[in-house]
């Protein structure tokens, strides 16, 4: 008899478990079924970190293939320092006696913060839920990107043995920074600035969704933004390119890290890591 009830009972407690379950997966089919991208009926946050800086953005989706997003990103302060030399070929005549002026060096210092703003499309071509996308829009932000300052010891102190020719001493006297000559002021220092496009369209791809099904997803993303043709400005005046001291003065051939930096970089690499939430 205690067998037959025994029975009976775990007969019972299996049918309300597999009850239990079929209604757990009723509800969460459904709840997967009533998750819909139409237009704008979503949204999502964004933060993320990467080559652009520190990112914040929000996105709705259109469709199941389309979402939209704008985003801010800003970069933190840092420095990037090289030992650049002052190339001149002159030399001051002194009562009928050249005296040659000194190849000097400078430590330049380059200032990268900046903040920019972005608007992006982003495709995902398999629609559905699926994660793989490639991205298009553009970036907006100042066109300074780099500040440039130096000041070099030794040029100020050959410039105190013969103070009488420090103007045509500076005149002889410059930083090659690739194709540009950055001159000094009277205080043998540089102050200057590199430039380019405020407007900058952008390409990329990466997998995952800015607006997840879930409420928390992640994603990677990788690019480039095409920012044009670096341009130095020194006191806000451009300087003229191949213009290098009327021909007295080369690029030289151990350029240094910031000449190269300027000369190759107009495209700048985008690489970043997001957390994305889903809001509504």
Known sequence: MNDKILTVYIDSVMKK??????????????????????????????????TEGISLGVATPVTNFLELEAGVNVMPGFKVNADVDLETNGSLNMGGVDVPIPVSTM??????????????ANVYPFGGNSKLFVAAGFSVG?????????????????????PGYKQEILDQVGVALADYQVKLDENCNVDGDI??????????????????????GFRVELGCQFMGSLKVYQNDEELDIHEILD??????????????????????????????????
């Open 195 to 216: 430039r380019c496009n405020s407007f900058r369209p952008y390409l990329g791809l990466g997998f995952g969704r800015l607006v997840p099904k879930n409420r928390l």
């Open 142 to 162: 100042g066109n300074k990107i780099a500040k440039l300052s130096g000041h070099s010891d030794e040029l100020e102190s050959f410039i105190n043995q013969y």
């Open 107 to 120: 430590e330049l210092k380059g200032d990268f913060a900046r903040t920019t703003f972005n608007v992006k």
């Open 17 to 50: 478990i597999v009850m239990m379950a079929a209604l757990s997966l009723v509800f969460v089919t459904s709840g997967y079924a009533q998750f819909k991208r139409t237009a704008f009926n979503h949204v999502g946050l964004n933060v993320g970190a990467g």
């Open 247 to 280: 021909g007295t003065l080369g690029a030289g051939e151990e350029s240094d890290k910031i000449s190269k930096f300027i000369e190759n970089w107009k495209f700048y690499p985008v690489l970043k890591f997001q957390l994305v939430g889903r809001i509504l």
